[in-house]
């Protein structure tokens, strides 16, 4: 079942961090044009980094250490398990989500809009 966890892990991990690529990109640019709020780019792009995982990595550890034929007491492995693989996955995870987060304002910031140009 170990192995199983290890599979999960790996797949939460690439979704997550395609989905950190797009929220990155697409936040990041709304709020160098100025589209939208500082508090509400953040949030869109860097809650759902945070708590899918650790959601999914509770869920297959509580089934792993279920079927390992332990009880209640093992809560506390339950919860450390999924913290481990949550830390794992976060020191890559919201580096890569804050680059692209940056750069993807940057560059809306850098780049010259419609408004700015003026029809002539």
Do not use: C, H
């Amino acid at each position: 079942m170990g192995i199983v966890f290890g599979y999960v892990a790996l797949v939460v991990s690439v979704l997550t961090a395609v989905y950190s690529v797009v929220a990155g990109i697409a936040m990041g640019g709304r709020l160098g044009r100025k589209e939208v709020p500082v508090k509400q780019a953040l949030s869109v792009t860097f809650l759902p980094v945070l708590l899918v995982p650790m959601v999914i990595f509770l869920i297959v550890a509580a089934f792993q250490v279920g079927e390992m034929g332990q009880g209640v007491l093992t809560l506390s492995g339950i919860l450390s398990a999924a913290i481990f693989m949550e830390r794992i996955s976060m020191s890559f995870l919201m580096p890569f989500t804050a680059a692209v987060f940056a750069i993807a304002m940057t560059i809306a910031r850098l780049r010259p809009q419609n408004s700015q140009r003026g029809l002539r």
